[in-house]
T-cell receptor, first 116, second 114 residues
Framework: DTGVSQNPRHKITKRGQNVTFRCDPISEHNRLYWYRQTLGQGPEFLTYFQNEAQLEKSRLLSDRFSAERPKGSFSTLEIQRTEQGDSAMYLC??????????????FGPGTRLTVT | AQSVTQLGSHVSVSEGALVLLRCNYS??????LFWYVQYPNQGLQLLLKYTTGATLVKGINGFEAEFKKSETSFHLTKPSAHMSDAAEYFC????????????FGTGTRLLVSP
């Protein structure tokens, strides 16, 4: 088990460009979460998948944001027409549903996005 | 709605001194509470969690926290600080029994001096 991985670790893009991030959860975990963390703040929930189904989305997730989890394995988060306010650390986490006592979310190292 | 308040954005201690990081929560139902640690440019690592049962929870690296319902608190302590404890600490709450979204506090940066 290699933990949650995220790629890329860093992304610099110009305003108006589209970016896509990838998250690979722990292999047996059926739940996957995306959070956003801005400087000096705690992570804020963006969206959540159970297997391939996206079950909840935060109001922070504007129409420019879309997330997918095809086949219930890895997930992608796409931001279209990036704005400087999108600059943040994007964190992915996964957890296992149904196993007693193992509900904690395991976080990846994050993707740091800088929009210039 | 759930919320978490972490008192003190920065806490400074000497190596070997007691560490106390404060967390108060707001929740309309029995909460599930967590402490995470974040080192620079890294993701979050779970230190400990409270779900049900014993209110004093022991975690990794010698940390522990006590759930006090009457005070709506979940303060994190460690008897003796080590230089390697210097990091950002986040308290989080979830009240969904399905352990869905976590609501985090703004974090407390722990500084440890020799």
């Amino acid at each position: 088990d290699t933990g949650v991985s995220q790629n890329p670790r860093h992304k610099i893009t110009k305003r108006g460009q589209n970016v896509t991030f990838r998250c690979d959860p722990i292999s047996e975990h059926n739940r996957l979460y995306w959070y956003r963390q801005t400087l000096g703040q705690g992570p804020e929930f963006l969206t959540y998948f159970q297997n391939e189904a996206q079950l909840e989305k935060s109001r922070l997730l504007s129409d420019r944001f879309s997330a997918e989890r095809p086949k219930g394995s890895f997930s992608t988060l796409e931001i279209q027409r990036t704005e400087q306010g999108d600059s943040a650390m994007y964190l992915c986490a996964s957890s296992l549903d149904g196993a007693a006592g193992t509900y904690e979310q395991y976080f990846g190292p994050g993707t740091r996005l800088t929009v210039t | 709605a759930q919320s978490v308040t972490q008192l003190g954005s920065h806490v400074s201690v000497s190596e070997g001194a007691l560490v106390l990081l404060r967390c108060n929560y707001s929740s309309s139902v029995p909460p599930y509470l967590f402490w995470y640690v974040q080192y620079p440019n890294q993701g979050l690592q779970l230190l400990l969690k409270y779900t049900t049962g014993a209110t004093l929870v022991k975690g990794i690296n010698g940390f522990e926290a006590e759930f006090k319902k009457s005070e709506t608190s979940f303060h994190l302590t460690k008897p003796s600080a080590h230089m390697s404890d210097a990091a950002e600490y986040f308290c989080a709450v979830s009240e969904d029994t399905g352990f869905q979204k976590l609501v985090f506090g703004t974090g407390t940066r722990l500084l440890v001096s020799p």
